[in-house]
């Protein structure tokens, strides 16, 4: 039993060794008093989610930051992490727009509103603030022809790219410590078999054959291409999960894991 237990845990520690290794954190910055010791004593809180590409509602903000502190509290779980609610509430819900307007439209959050939250969250040091800078929905088809054994086949494909900064300011020394971003995508595949029936190489007897075969295939491929259909793009919700954890993969940890 003790056996499996330890081969669980190592099996988990090498799982997110390489989570951390895979995942390319873009503009990494983590000031030195940024330390694992620090979060752990004085707690940190989520700011908020915007999305520059797209108006978010309130809703999908709070959707997203939910999402953010959950990546965060399975970092982290011996910490209380903050909503960010509470923010909301320290500063106004009027403050806390504007703030979240200034950060859409600049990437920085204001020093005015961080003292404010200072003052009224005393048990809070750090605050996660996330920006999505790239919400990208594209389309591609891919056909592979019928060959002497096989049908052929098309695939259309979409994709949906996402790229998020994320910050971390200290609230004591009223500073930025900790930045970066992750960009990942995720498609969705529908998957056709061809009905066109396969030309190779003829003899020249052969010709009046592979014009017939040739033009029977454009006829229906046409009426084929009218039945191949993209797909919905992923969810943006799996995606997010996906890009928030590869950014938590660079905040700190215990010295005897770096």
Same mark, same amino acid.
């Given at each position: 039993?003790?056996?499996?237990?330890?081969?669980?845990?190592?099996?988990?520690?090498?799982?997110?060794? /390489?989570?951390?290794?895979?995942?390319?954190?873009?503009?990494?910055?983590?000031?030195?008093?940024?330390?694992? /010791?620090?979060?752990?004593?004085?707690?940190?809180? $989520?700011?908020?989610?915007?999305? $520059?590409?797209?108006?978010?509602?309130?809703?999908?903000?709070?959707?997203?930051?939910?999402?953010?502190?959950? /990546?965060?509290?399975?970092?982290?779980?011996?910490?209380?992490?903050?909503?960010?609610?509470?923010?909301?509430?320290?500063?106004?819900?009027?403050?806390?727009?504007?703030?979240?307007?200034?950060? +859409?439209?600049?990437?920085?959050?204001?020093?005015?509103?961080?003292?404010?939250?200072?003052?009224?969250?005393?048990?809070?040091?750090?605050?996660?603030?996330? +920006?999505?800078?790239?919400?990208?929905?594209?389309?591609?088809?891919?056909?592979?022809?019928?060959?002497?054994?096989?049908?052929?086949?098309?695939?259309?494909?979409?994709?949906?790219?996402?790229?998020?900064?994320?910050? $971390?300011?200290?609230?004591?020394?009223?500073?930025?410590?900790?930045?970066?971003?992750?960009?990942?995508?995720?498609?969705?595949?529908?998957?056709?078999?061809?009905?066109?029936?396969?030309?190779?190489?003829?003899?020249?007897?052969?010709?009046?054959?592979?014009? $017939?075969?040739?033009?029977?295939?454009?006829?229906?491929?046409?009426?084929?291409?009218?039945?191949?259909?993209?797909?919905?793009?992923?969810?943006?919700?799996?995606?997010?999960?996906?890009?928030?954890?590869?950014?938590?993969?660079?905040?700190?940890?215990?010295?005897?894991?770096?």
């Amino acid at each position: 039993m003790r056996f499996k237990v330890f081969a669980s845990a190592l099996w988990i520690g090498f799982c997110l060794f /390489a989570l951390s290794a895979c995942v390319s954190v873009e503009g990494l910055y983590v000031d030195p008093s940024f330390t694992y /010791a620090s979060i752990m004593e004085n707690n940190i809180g $989520v700011g908020g989610v915007v999305s $520059v590409p797209r108006d978010l509602t309130a809703a999908r903000q709070s959707a997203y930051a939910n999402q953010v502190r959950a /990546a965060i509290m399975q970092k982290y779980p011996g910490i209380n992490v903050m909503p960010s609610g509470d923010l909301t509430r320290a500063l106004s819900a009027p403050d806390y727009r504007r703030m979240m307007r200034y950060y +859409r439209d600049y990437g920085v959050v204001q020093d005015e509103y961080l003292k404010t939250a200072h003052r009224h969250i005393k048990r809070m040091r750090y605050v996660a603030f996330a +920006r999505i800078v790239e919400d990208q929905i594209s389309h591609n088809r891919t056909q592979e022809d019928p060959g002497p054994h096989t049908r052929g086949s098309v695939t259309m494909t979409t994709t949906l790219t996402m790229k998020v900064n994320m910050v $971390v300011y200290d609230l004591n020394n009223d500073r930025m410590v900790w930045s970066g971003a992750v960009t990942e995508s995720n498609e969705n595949n529908n998957h056709y078999d061809m009905n066109a029936v396969y030309v190779g190489r003829h003899h020249r007897h052969d010709v009046d054959k592979q014009i $017939v075969a040739s033009l029977a295939n454009t006829a229906l491929q046409e009426m084929q291409e009218r039945q191949y259909h993209y797909p919905s793009a992923p969810a943006a919700n799996d995606l997010l999960n996906g890009i928030f954890s590869g950014l938590l993969t660079k905040f700190p940890v215990p010295p005897k894991q770096q």
